[in-house]
């Protein structure tokens, strides 16, 4: 079962850098793909992924939350445009190169949100979407 990265990812990066088979990619064109996605074809389920992500942002596809309850602080990222993702986040990725994020909603303690539209969204990245470019 592969991995899947939910909108918790604030695109840090360091999850493609330990992949062993470059199956974490991130999305092309950022405003309509703002994270990063595991080609579920390639991904071994070696789980390298999960503890470099400072967000806690990946799961394994049966585990993603439908219910995840927010400890307080964590950002959601979304497609520009996205309602109620009114708010802009700038960070730095695990290279210490800028990341800025145009539709992001910060989460208050407790409150309930589910992740587990991510499952589809990764699917149809690899599907239908841009694909991802090597170079």
Do not use: W
Not at 45 to 62: L, Q, R, S
């Amino acid at each position: 079962m592969a991995h899947v990265i939910t909108s918790l990812c604030l695109r840090d990066g360091g999850c493609a850098t330990v992949c062993p088979v470059e199956c974490i990619v991130p999305g092309k064109p950022t405003d309509q793909y703002p994270g990063f996605y595991i080609d579920p074809e390639t991904c071994i389920d070696c789980d390298a992924c999960t503890p470099e992500c400072p967000f806690g942002a990946i799961f394994i596809e049966d585990e993603v939350p439908s219910a995840y309850m927010a400890k307080g602080g964590e950002v959601l990222s979304m497609a520009e445009g996205t309602p109620g993702f009114t708010n802009e986040y700038n960070g730095k990725n695990h290279d210490g190169e800028p990341v800025q994020l145009k539709a992001t909603k910060k989460l208050e303690a407790g409150e309930v949100v589910d992740l587990s539209p991510a499952i589809a969204v990764n699917a149809a990245f690899f599907k239908e979407g841009p694909g991802y470019e090597t170079a």
